[in-house]
Each structure stands twice: as structure tokens, then as C-alpha cells.
């Protein structure tokens, strides 16, 4: 009777430990952490590509091009693409798993592409629109999704919606085939976790579920960057500081 009892109370014990070590392991698996870091180039900025244009005069003459943008203060390296591919899409946090906006936008100002570099998500739909008051046209190849050819009419502000349903390995190049200088690229992925550097090479991806996860950091001037980054996210906030890339990267052919 006396080891009844005590098998009893063992097993109430053992589960008891067992019913612990399952809630902490959730627990962990809930852990979501933040990823902060800065693009610099490493050597030499090259000088600003500038582009001739007779074509269209109202676009202006000479016109800078956007291709490669340094920030000379702080050689930050602005539009490099940072994701987790979607063949490696992780858990997502119960905020982001639907997009809080439902629109991109696209803009055309002064014969350029506004931004050069952005993310849409499959849920989101795509709105291309123009401030200038001439024509353009926009023109994709994808790979996965539908591409497009269109004319952009001037002043167009009410914006053509696309609408981008399958994520993407790259991003894709968006072209104007009136204005052949001007190219945009856009990231179609199908979970949160993919950004673009801003003009000060900073980016920040939020809530990250904790573990190693694989990135991918791309310039549509270089390609990939990296192909395949491993890093080990932590609850809170994860600052892997400044990611140098060698200047010989921009001027060496794609």
C-alpha cells in the first residue's frame, strides 16, 4: 500500500516536472527579438553616375542616378534589401501575420522612380502612380507573378493597383521603357520580415521569433551581398552593429 502511495506521488511529480519543462520550452518559443544593424562601405565612395537626358527636357538635365546611394557623412549604403527568404519563412508574430497597411505605393517624380527600393507583401496591393506631367509606362518580368506593361498617364495620382500574390526568390526590377534610366526594384515576400536600408545604411526588422534564422542582404547594383547569413535572434533587442561591404563590390560588373 505504502509504495502505491509513493509511485502515486512519483508520477504526480514527474508530470508535475514534465507539464514545467513543456510550458518554459513554449515560453521560449514565444521569445521574439529585433534585429538593428548598418550597411557601410568598406574603402572609397564611388562618385554619382550622371545620367544624360535629351529625351524628355522637363525631367532635367543633368539627372543623378539612383542606383548606388552613399551617404557621404556616415558612408551608409542605402536600398540593400535584408529578408528572410520564403523558402526559409519562420513563425511569424501573431501581430504582423496580416500587413497593417494594405497599399504600397510606387511614385514617379522628375523621371524617377520613388522609392528605388521597396518590400510588398502578398496580402498588399501595389499602386503605381506618377507626379510628373508627361507620360511613363511600367513594365515587370517576374518570375512567379503576372508581369505588367502599362502607361502611367500624367499627374496619375489616384493609382493602377497590382496585385503581387506569390513571394519572389529576388526582388524584382521595375522598368520605364519611355525613360530607360528609370528602375525601381520590389521585393514581393510573403511573411514580415524583410526590409530595405535607408539613406543612413540603418535597417531594423521587429519581432523575429528567437533562434537561428537565415538572411539574405541583396543591391540591385551587386546582387546578393550575402546568400546566406546565419544569425542567432534573442528575445529583445539584437544589434549586430555595422556590416561592411568592399567598395570594389559597386564598381566590379553585376
Same mark, same amino acid.
Given at each position: 500500500?505504502?509504495?502505491?502511495? *509513493?509511485?502515486?506521488?512519483?508520477?504526480?511529480?514527474?508530470?508535475?516536472?514534465?507539464?514545467?519543462?513543456?510550458?518554459?520550452?513554449?515560453?521560449?518559443?514565444? !521569445?521574439?527579438? !529585433?534585429?538593428?544593424?548598418?550597411?557601410?562601405?568598406?574603402?572609397?565612395?564611388?562618385?554619382?553616375?550622371?545620367?544624360?537626358?535629351?529625351?524628355?527636357?522637363?525631367?532635367?538635365?543633368?539627372?543623378?542616378?539612383?542606383?548606388?546611394?552613399?551617404?557621404?557623412?556616415? +558612408?551608409?549604403?542605402?536600398?540593400?534589401?535584408?529578408?528572410?527568404?520564403?523558402?526559409?519563412?519562420? +513563425?511569424?508574430?501573431?501581430?504582423?501575420?496580416?500587413?497593417?497597411?494594405?497599399? /504600397?505605393?510606387?511614385?514617379?517624380?522628375?523621371?524617377?522612380?520613388?522609392?528605388?527600393? *521597396?518590400?510588398?507583401?502578398?496580402?498588399?496591393?501595389?499602386?503605381?502612380?506618377?507626379?510628373?506631367?508627361? @507620360?511613363? @509606362?511600367?513594365?515587370?518580368?517576374?518570375?512567379?507573378?503576372?508581369?505588367? @506593361?502599362?502607361?502611367?498617364? &500624367?499627374?496619375?495620382?489616384?493609382?493602377?493597383?497590382?496585385?503581387?500574390? /506569390?513571394?519572389?526568390? *529576388? &526582388?524584382?526590377?521595375?522598368?520605364?521603357?519611355?525613360?530607360?534610366?528609370?528602375?525601381? #526594384?520590389?521585393?514581393?515576400?510573403?511573411?514580415? #520580415?524583410? /526590409?530595405?536600408?535607408?539613406? !543612413?545604411?540603418?535597417?531594423?526588422?521587429?519581432? *523575429?521569433?528567437?533562434?537561428?534564422?537565415?538572411?539574405?542582404?541583396?543591391?540591385?547594383?551587386?546582387? #546578393? /551581398?550575402?546568400?546566406?547569413?546565419?544569425?542567432?535572434? +534573442?528575445?529583445?533587442? @539584437?544589434?549586430?552593429?555595422?556590416?561592411?561591404?568592399?567598395?570594389?563590390?559597386?564598381?566590379?560588373?553585376?
Amino acid at each position: 500500500m505504502k509504495a502505491t502511495r *509513493l509511485f502515486g506521488r512519483f508520477a504526480i511529480a514527474t508530470g508535475l516536472f514534465g507539464l514545467a519543462i513543456a510550458f518554459s520550452t513554449a515560453a521560449q518559443a514565444e !521569445d521574439y527579438g !529585433d534585429l538593428i544593424g548598418q550597411f557601410v562601405i568598406d574603402g572609397d565612395i564611388p562618385p554619382v553616375e550622371m545620367l544624360a537626358n535629351k529625351k524628355e527636357p522637363t525631367c532635367g538635365d543633368p539627372i543623378a542616378s539612383d542606383k548606388l546611394r552613399i551617404n557621404k557623412d556616415n +558612408k551608409g549604403i542605402a536600398d540593400i534589401f535584408v529578408y528572410i527568404p520564403a523558402t526559409k519563412k519562420p +513563425k511569424v508574430h501573431p501581430d504582423l501575420k496580416a500587413s497593417k497597411d494594405k497599399e /504600397v505605393v510606387l511614385d514617379q517624380k522628375n523621371c524617377m522612380f520613388m522609392p528605388h527600393a *521597396l518590400v510588398a507583401r502578398t496580402d498588399q496591393t501595389l499602386l503605381i502612380k506618377s507626379m510628373d506631367g508627361f @507620360n511613363h @509606362n511600367t513594365r515587370t518580368a517576374p518570375i512567379k507573378n503576372q508581369p505588367i @506593361n502599362f502607361t502611367i498617364t &500624367p499627374n496619375e495620382q489616384k493609382g493602377i493597383p497590382v496585385k503581387l500574390t /506569390v513571394a519572389e526568390t *529576388l &526582388p524584382t526590377e521595375v522598368k520605364c521603357d519611355i525613360h530607360p534610366w528609370m528602375t525601381a #526594384y520590389c521585393l514581393i515576400i510573403d511573411h514580415p #520580415y524583410a /526590409v530595405v536600408s535607408d539613406k !543612413d545604411g540603418k535597417f531594423k526588422i521587429e519581432k *523575429l521569433p528567437a533562434g537561428e534564422l537565415e538572411f539574405r542582404y541583396w543591391h540591385s547594383k551587386v546582387g #546578393y /551581398v550575402e546568400k546566406s547569413v546565419k544569425l542567432t535572434i +534573442k528575445k529583445g533587442s @539584437n544589434d549586430i552593429g555595422q556590416i561592411k561591404v568592399a567598395a570594389k563590390k559597386f564598381t566590379e560588373s553585376k
